[in-house]
């Protein structure tokens, strides 16, 4: 089909709620790439699948984020008890084979902790 | 560690001028070298990519080049337009790993 989507575009969250953010990747791609974004800074390597699993989660900062891929792919990005720092744009992006070589950026997710 | 150094941190070209950003690299495992080019509100869009076997790749009026033993690569924008006004994010890929690490960015403006 398209690109990658994302939903929500925008999302504000209270210091301590759990937020959920989702990817649509392209059709048929293999690999799903999860990276946030700080305000002038290049996106940071989160977590990778192939098809459904999970096989690099090295950049998730904290136990309290959480991603998912469950069919192999729509994929959600799970943030427990959010806080202040992690208030980021969430970039998720796609690749058509498992060597993850030309990735297709989704528009992101801003998040806002207050 | 950032491992992708990334330079100048903005830059102002006139319309038609030569816009240049360069990048440098530290882990000399990195095999594969994409540009992306991300408007405000957007995510990034790959421009061009090279590997290293090759020390020169044109695109239009993108063209990057590489300099392997010097852990260089740089981006050239010829005849640079106002819509090419944006932020550039140079990257860089290890074989045994399939995220990309990037660098932090040039905010390009492009005057008319």
């Known amino acids: 089909g398209a690109g990658v989507s994302q939903s929500p575009r925008y999302k504000v969250a209270k210091r301590g709620q759990d937020v959920a953010l989702r990817c649509d990747p392209i059709?048929?791609?293999?690999?799903l790439f999860w990276y946030q974004q700080a305000l002038g800074q290049g996106p940071e390597f989160l977590t990778y699948?192939?098809?459904?699993?999970?096989?690099?989660k090295s950049g998730l900062p904290s136990d309290r984020f959480f991603a998912e891929r469950p069919e192999g792919s729509v994929s959600t990005l799970k943030i427990q008890r959010t806080q202040q720092e992690d208030s980021a744009v969430y970039l998720c992006?796609?690749?058509?084979?498992?060597?993850?070589?030309?990735?297709?950026f989704g528009p992101g997710t801003r998040l806002t902790v207050t | 560690q950032q491992q992708v150094k990334q330079s100048p941190q903005s830059l102002i070209v006139q319309k038609g001028g030569i816009s240049i950003i360069n990048c440098a690299y530290e882990?000399?495992?990195?095999?594969?070298f994409p540009w992306y080019q991300q408007f405000p509100g957007k995510g990034p869009a790959l421009l061009i990519a090279?590997?290293?076997?090759?020390s020169e790749k044109k695109e239009g009026r993108f063209t990057i080049s590489f300099n392997k033993s010097a852990k260089q690569f740089s981006l050239h924008i010829m005849d640079s337009q106002p819509g090419d006004s944006a932020t550039y994010f140079c990257?860089?890929?290890?074989?045994?790993?399939?995220?990309?690490?990037f660098g932090s960015g040039t905010q390009l403006t492009v005057l008319p």
């Open positions: 992006a796609s690749s058509l084979d498992f060597r993850g070589g030309e990735q297709y």
């Open positions: 990257a860089a890929r290890r074989g045994s790993a399939r995220q990309l690490t």
């Open positions: 882990n000399t495992a990195f095999d594969y």
């Open positions: 699948f192939q098809n459904e699993a999970q096989l690099d």
């Open positions: 090279i590997r290293p076997d090759v």
């Open positions: 059709s048929g791609h293999v690999s």
